[in-house]
């Protein structure tokens, strides 16, 4: 059965590439913006969202973050993405034509020493795959993007340069989310996010992660921010491995709860791979 599956940007962007290393016979739905491809979703034209959650290099998401918890969808899987960035031209360019390259401000960060090196102005895009876009419709070939292969290659440009970045090891993770929650067995390597508001007591957050020290249970991951802009109101995201009818999870979120004011579980999914390689 074919899926659609929405992501934010055009096609080519990297969020694009993680639906094609996932769901590979399945139809990718580019959407303008994270609200659009949640939308997509909820709305019934888009089976999955694939959404990008934070980068090795940059951190989180900071929108994702936001947007995820009232979405109204559930995580059942997660993909890493290694970002390579690439120099493209139109056809028959050459790197010594090259004068400038447009790509997203991120990009372009990623790759000075290459840029500097052979004195090629970065020119701001709003975004990598939209950037290849533009420079294939220009036709300029003194124009160059920044950008994955996927997109060089669905634009028809020629690979000038490839794996420019600066930063050999930069990543970026996305969430596979869905209107509902898949069940998903215990037993193999799973990981759950949830998120949750300590009560306004003193020494809440140390208490409420204490049962998680004392059940063994490991947390990879645990950030904070405001609700509703209020400074006394602070919501928390974390990532724990296991599952939550472990007994370890189990009395590790029962005593979480405890010292929460409210606490959610936004999916259980198989962990990735990728996580072995991390040491």
């Given amino acids: 059965m074919n899926q659609i599956i929405s992501f934010q940007g055009e096609l080519g962007a990297y969020s694009h590439q993680a639906c094609v290393e996932v769901f590979p016979r399945d139809t990718p739905l580019p959407c303008h913006s994270f609200e659009g491809?949640?939308?997509?979703?909820?709305?019934?034209?888009?089976?999955?969202?694939?959404?990008?959650?934070?980068?090795?290099?940059?951190?989180?998401?900071?929108?994702?973050?936001?947007?995820?918890?009232?979405?109204?969808?559930h995580i059942i899987g997660e993909h890493f993405v290694r970002v390579h960035v690439?120099?493209?031209?139109?056809?028959?360019?050459?790197?010594?034509?090259?004068?400038?390259?447009?790509?997203?401000?991120?990009?372009?960060?990623q790759s000075r020493g290459f840029l500097g090196k052979h004195g090629i102005k970065p020119e701001t895009g709003a975004d990598t795959a939209g950037s290849a876009k533009h420079v294939a419709e220009a036709g300029d070939a003194s124009m160059g993007?920044?950008?994955?292969?996927?997109?060089?290659?669905l634009y028809g440009l020629e690979l000038l340069a490839r794996h420019i970045e600066d930063n050999a090891h930069n990543t970026t993770r996305f969430l596979v989310t869905a209107p509902k929650p898949r069940a998903v067995e215990q037993g193999n390597k799973m990981m759950t996010t949830l998120i949750f508001e300590v009560r306004n007591i003193p020494?809440?957050?140390?208490?409420?992660?204490?049962?998680?020290?004392?059940?063994?249970?490991?947390?990879?991951?645990?950030?904070?921010?405001?609700?509703?802009?209020?400074?006394n109101a602070t919501q928390f995201y974390a990532d724990i491995e296991g599952h939550p009818?472990?007994?370890?999870?189990?009395?590790?979120?029962?005593?979480?709860?405890?010292?929460?004011?409210?606490?959610r579980v936004l999916g259980t999914y198989p962990e990735s791979d990728f996580r072995e390689t991390l040491g």
């Fill in 203 to 231: 020494s809440a957050l140390y208490k409420a992660m204490g049962g998680f020290a004392t059940n063994g249970v490991n947390m990879v991951k645990l950030e904070s921010y405001m609700l509703n802009g209020s400074f």
């Fill in 37 to 73: 491809a949640i939308a997509a979703v909820k709305e019934g034209r888009a089976d999955l969202a694939m959404l990008p959650v934070e980068n090795s290099t940059y951190g989180r998401v900071a929108d994702i973050h936001a947007l995820l918890p009232e979405s109204g969808l």
């Fill in 86 to 109: 690439n120099l493209f031209g139109v056809k028959g360019a050459k790197l010594a034509d090259i004068k400038s390259a447009m790509s997203h401000t991120v990009l372009l960060g």
């Fill in 145 to 153: 993007a920044l950008a994955s292969e996927l997109a060089g290659e």
């Fill in 245 to 263: 009818e472990d007994g370890a999870v189990q009395r590790a979120l029962e005593e979480l709860a405890y010292f929460t004011n409210s606490m």
